[in-house]
C-alpha cells in the first residue's frame, strides 16, 4: 500500500507560482510513474505530468509545457510539481498519483493504483 499526500495548493494571481508537493509513504523507486493530475468543477480529470521514477523522464501536457516542472528528491520520496506562469484555466484541484506500470500513458488516470486527496490551486485574473 501507497499513501500520497499532496500540500502546496494556494491562491494565487495571475503570473503568479506555487509549489506542489506529493510525499509518499515508499521510496519512490518503488513505483515506476507518478503524475499530476488536475480535476476543475463540471470537467474531467485530465494529466498534468508525470515523472517515471527509474531514468527520471518527464512528460507533460501541451497546456503547460514551459509553465511546469515535474521533479523528484528521492532521499525525501517526494515527487514536485512547480507551476510557473499561473492562469486562471489552471484553478482546479490537483492530485498526485502513483503505479507500477511503466507503460507509456502516463495521462491515462484509470492506470495509477494509488492517489492523493488532492490539493487547490485557485489563480484569480
Known amino acids: 500500500q501507497v499513501q500520497l499526500v499532496e500540500s502546496g495548493g494556494g491562491s494565487v494571481q495571475a503570473g503568479g507560482s506555487l509549489r506542489l508537493s506529493c510525499a509518499a509513504s515508499?521510496?519512490?523507486?518503488?513505483?515506476?510513474?507518478v503524475g499530476w493530475f488536475r480535476q476543475a468543477p463540471g470537467k474531467e480529470r485530465e494529466g498534468v505530468a508525470a515523472?517515471?521514477?527509474?531514468?527520471?523522464?518527464?512528460y507533460y501536457a501541451d497546456s503547460v509545457k514551459g509553465r511546469f516542472t515535474i521533479s523528484q528528491d528521492n532521499a525525501k520520496n517526494t515527487v514536485y510539481l512547480q507551476l510557473n506562469s499561473l492562469k486562471p484555466e489552471d484553478t482546479a484541484m490537483y492530485y498526485c498519483?502513483?503505479?507500477?506500470?511503466?507503460?507509456?500513458?502516463?495521462?491515462?488516470?484509470?492506470?495509477?493504483?494509488?492517489w492523493g486527496q488532492g490539493t487547490q490551486v485557485t489563480v484569480s485574473s
Open positions: 498519483a502513483a503505479r507500477y506500470l511503466s507503460v507509456s500513458n502516463w495521462w491515462s488516470p484509470v492506470s495509477y493504483n494509488y
Open positions: 515508499v521510496d519512490t523507486y518503488s513505483v515506476a510513474c
Open positions: 515523472i517515471y521514477t527509474g531514468g527520471g523522464r518527464t
